[in-house]
């Protein structure tokens, strides 16, 4: 015990006092089961390399602004056998965020678009990547707040920086000027460098009536929809189907792709 506390500020001075969280059980383990010394000192740089990947897990979650519970554990696909499981799980492996590819998820209202959304941002966490998820009415008014206060170019850059920008409810309110300027801006310096996850309970037929400009909304959409993945979910609403009591927070788990 009393070496235990003569390591301790020295684990602190190190930034290792995490260590002293599994220590005194590997601790034991090493006793019990006749660990070398390296085997042990693997053991807990183990713990520590862990313990330091959920830290940033956590940190790049609360950044990216989604909802932990909303997961593709959590997320019933029995509902809805119209929505092609394989292909969810092949997104969540975020290949389309190495190819800069974007993904598009249509629907009505209720069916599971946010939820698969918020999915494939959390898998994209887990798999180091940055990403903000926004609802697009609040975004195009956070960047028009910047001609305020004289930070257009930083506000944008906050929605260009992250490998995956998720914009929720995409065409869901009226967009007036600047707002299609400026969400022409977010989706062409987007364009080929990082991706954008889209969900909109509007036709890919009518997107265009969202720019007022016909020569805006062709590029804007040229480039948004460009090797993009289409998920199209029809059916029926999980809130019209699902009792109040039913909705409960469900613990962070870890994932079970590969």
């Known amino acids: 015990m009393e070496l235990l506390h003569q390591m301790t500020p020295h684990l602190k001075r190190l930034r290792l006092s995490g260590i ?5 059980a590997r601790n034991q383990q090493a006793i019990d089961g006749r660990w070398s010394y390296v085997e042990f000192l693997a053991r807990l740089v183990e713990d520590e390399v862990e313990r330091r990947a959920q830290k940033q897990l956590g940190l790049r979650i609360r950044r990216a602004a989604i909802n932990s519970t909303k997961t593709l554990e959590t997320f019933n696909f029995d509902f809805n056998p119209a929505i092609n499981r394989q292909q969810i799980l092949d997104l969540a492996t975020c290949s389309y965020i190495r190819q800069k590819r974007n993904v ?6 209720g069916v599971g678009k946010t939820h698969l959304a918020q999915a494939l941002a959390h898998e994209a966490c887990r798999r180091g990547y ?3 998820f926004a609802n697009t009415y609040r975004m195009l ?17 906050t ?14 309110k009226q967009l007036r000027p600047p707002a299609p ?11 080929e460098a990082g991706s954008i996850l889209v969900t909109s309970n509007r ?26 993945d289409v998920i199209l979910i029809t059916g029926a609403s999980f809130r019209a189907q699902r009792p109040r ?14």
């Open 203 to 228: 036709a890919l037929e009518e997107w265009p009536d969202l720019f007022a400009d016909p020569l805006l909304a062709s590029a804007g959409l040229d480039r948004l929809t460009h090797r993009a």
């Open 130 to 132: 940055r990403v903000v």
């Open 20 to 24: 002293l969280d599994t220590l005194e």
């Open 159 to 172: 929605y260009l920086r992250p490998d995956l920008l998720v914009l929720d409810d995409f065409g869901l």
């Open 245 to 258: 009591h039913a909705e409960r927070e469900a613990p962070i788990v870890t994932s079970y792709l590969p």
């Open 104 to 109: 598009l998820i249509c629907g009505p209202t």
């Open 181 to 191: 300027e400026d969400l022409y801006d977010v989706i062409n310096g987007r364009y």
């Open 141 to 157: 008014q956070c960047i028009n707040g910047g001609r305020a206060d004289d930070k257009l170019e930083r506000r944008l850059q």
